[in-house]
């Protein structure tokens, strides 16, 4: 196959040594290597992938079904915080530092 798209990706550096460890046990350029994974990811079918490189479960779908907070819920936190700030910063203020 023909290879003309580029992708730039920017990764920790110990995930670029692990991917170049593993291209070199394998033979494989770098790049050959991450596209081969990338395959293999995309072949696991339609559900998210996760990768054989440690990746972590996935998120997608965890919270279907529950309960999504309203405005009203944001709100009534918001104001209990701001109420525990002010009493915990009592005596703190910018002319008191």
């Known amino acids: ?9 920017r990764v920790p550096r110990p995930t670029r040594r692990r991917l170049e460890a593993l291209a070199k046990r394998e033979g494989r350029s770098l790049s050959q ?6 395959d293999a990811g995309l072949e696991q ?8 490189l440690g990746g972590a479960p996935p998120l997608a779908g965890l ?3 529950e309960p999504v907070p309203e405005y009203g819920d944001f ?4 104001t209990l915080l701001s109420a ?13 530092r």
């Open 1 to 9: 196959m023909r290879k003309d798209a580029t992708i730039t990706v």
């Open 33 to 38: 290597q991450i596209g081969r994974l990338i």
């Open 45 to 52: 079918g339609e559900g998210p992938a996760v990768l054989a």
């Open 63 to 65: 919270l279907a079904g």
């Open 75 to 78: 709100r009534a936190v918001r």
């Open 84 to 96: 525990s700030l002010l009493r915990s910063g009592q005596g703190h203020g910018p002319a008191d």
